[in-house]
T-cell receptor
């Protein structure tokens, strides 16, 4: 089993739709969780950290489910500019090891 | 502007010719790391550094060297590049363990 797994997609959704991605992780000792956005051939950019209580930033909501070992990202009212690859990142507790998922590709269609 | 600067952006080289990719951050971050990104494999960690003169291997360190003589700089050295090191390389830094990364713009390396 991969340490961090994501559905590669692509998820093709119309503008205005709500879309959700999940990411599962295998190490129950994982401590910190993040979602990054990566545009084609560009560097990943931090979208949001994921806190135990869940957090929201505008149209984006992140949730953590420790019992089932997954994190999720919900995007409401999708925009064309949301088209990108979304990377899930997990940091193991007490280490400097950050493990990246291979990403979920989102295409928002006009 | 807070940033991580990598150079060069693009590099084509021949097998066996030593090269260095530079990385510098201006945010006084403790933690720096190098990743390579390959299709279908995602981002894989090569080396990381917790602070000056403290470095450790990531998941794919073979064929690479690093050094951290100053807090802001973390160069990646390929002593004898081979074609399987053709990849997109990213340098990243973060304030400390558990914080998110800031990435450089990437270096696309081709070894022929």
């Amino acid at each position: 089993r991969k340490e961090v797994e994501q559905d590669p997609g692509p998820f093709n959704v119309p503008e205005g739709a709500t879309v959700a991605f999940n990411c599962t992780y295998s190490n129950s000792a994982s401590q910190s969780f993040f979602w990054y956005r990566q545009d084609c051939r560009k560097e990943p950019k931090l979208l949001m950290s994921v806190y135990s209580s869940g957090n929201e930033d505008g149209r984006f909501t992140a949730q953590l489910n420790r019992a089932s070992q997954y994190i999720s990202l919900l995007i409401r009212d999708s925009k064309l500019s949301d088209s990108a690859t979304y990377l899930c990142v997990v940091n193991e507790s007490g280490t400097y090891k950050y493990i990246f998922g291979t990403g979920t590709r989102l295409k928002v269609l006009a | 502007e807070a940033q991580v600067t990598q150079n060069p952006r693009y590099l084509i080289t021949v097998t066996g010719k030593k090269l260095t990719v530079t990385c510098s951050q201006n945010m006084n971050h403790e933690y720096m790391s190098w990743y390579r990104q390959d299709p279908g494999l995602g981002l894989r960690q090569i080396y990381y550094s917790m602070n000056v003169e403290v470095t450790d291997k990531g998941d794919v360190p073979e064929g690479y060297k690093v050094s951290r003589k100053e807090k802001r700089n973390f160069p990646l050295i390929l002593e004898s590049p081979s074609p399987n090191q053709t990849s997109l390389y990213f340098c990243a830094s973060s304030l400390a363990q558990g914080y998110g990364y800031t990435f450089g713009s990437g270096t696309r390396l081709t070894v022929v």
